[in-house]
Nanobody
Framework: VQLQASGGGGLVQPGGSLRLSCANS????????AAWYRQAPGKQRELVAT???????NYADSVKGRFTISTNNAKNTVYLQMNSLKPEDTAVYYC???????????WGKGTQVTVSS
């Protein structure tokens, strides 16, 4: 399973919005949980948002009310809508598909998000 993340790159001003996408050639998110992580320079990778295969959703406190994770009907793409972006949101964002039951843990290549004036 390959996860292809896109939507990053370029510069976004504080307060702006951006939508990241993570597509795969199979409907992996029907059976695995989706997650977005991010890693800022010099910091550890942190969990941003998760959406289980059963549609349970959780967010990191730092992004609650600003970010929204969703999947398309086919469940082969997961999105991260990011609004009211802040400079501290600057990081490389990674998508992930995982299932402890199935023993899978797939990662997409990161996509850079830079928030700066």
């Amino acid at each position: 399973v390959q996860l292809q993340a896109s939507g990053g790159g370029g510069l976004v001003q504080p307060g702006g919005s951006l939508r990241l996408s993570c597509a795969n050639s199979e409907n992996i998110f029907r059976i695995a949980d989706a997650a977005w992580y991010r890693q800022a320079p010099g910091k550890q990778r942190e969990l941003v948002a998760t959406k289980t295969s059963g549609d349970g959703i959780n967010y990191a406190d730092s992004v609650k009310g600003r970010f929204t994770i969703s999947t398309n009907n086919a469940k082969n793409t997961v999105y991260l809508q990011m609004n009211s972006l802040k400079p501290e949101d600057t990081a490389v964002y990674y998508c992930n598909a995982n299932s402890r039951i199935l023993g899978v843990d797939y990662w997409g290549k990161g996509t850079q998000v830079t928030v700066s004036s």
